[in-house]
């Protein structure tokens, strides 16, 4: 049974920093591509970065710059390392694994087979 869990959100005020951890379980599958996704009170789940098996990443054009996607394959673990936050990077943040649905890593939620319960991240102005 796949289990991803988030870790790491909390409130922030703006310009502060949250380092997201995510452990994952019953999944070793390290050439699979994963990421973060985050959703907002009334809008709909998006992509913030994605990496892939050779550890290549994507970013939103949003966080590009802010944050940082990585992974600890030895200990099943996705990071986001998000520094110079602002409010509107509000949100509950969810860590996927895409399960090989598309051979490339991408940002499109329906890409992804497995899903965490996602971690809230504030950040007050």
């Known amino acids: 049974q796949v289990q991803l869990v988030e870790t790491g959100g909390g409130s922030v005020q703006a310009g502060g920093s949250l380092r997201l951890s995510c452990v994952a379980s019953g999944y070793t599958d390290n050439s699979d591509y994963m990421a973060w996704f985050r959703q907002a009170p009334g809008k709909e789940r998006e992509g913030v970065a994605a990496i892939d098996g050779g550890d290549a990443t994507i970013y939103d054009q949003s966080v590009k710059g802010r944050f940082t996607i990585s992974r600890d394959k030895a200990k099943n673990t996705l990071y986001l390392q998000m520094n110079a936050l602002r409010p509107e990077d509000t949100a509950m943040y969810y860590c996927?694994?895409?399960?090989?649905?598309?051979?490339?890593?991408?940002?499109?939620?329906?890409?992804?087979?497995?899903w965490g319960r996602g971690t809230q991240v504030t950040v007050s102005s």
């Open positions: 996927a694994a895409g399960g090989h649905v598309v051979p490339i890593a991408t940002l499109i939620h329906v890409d992804y087979t497995y």
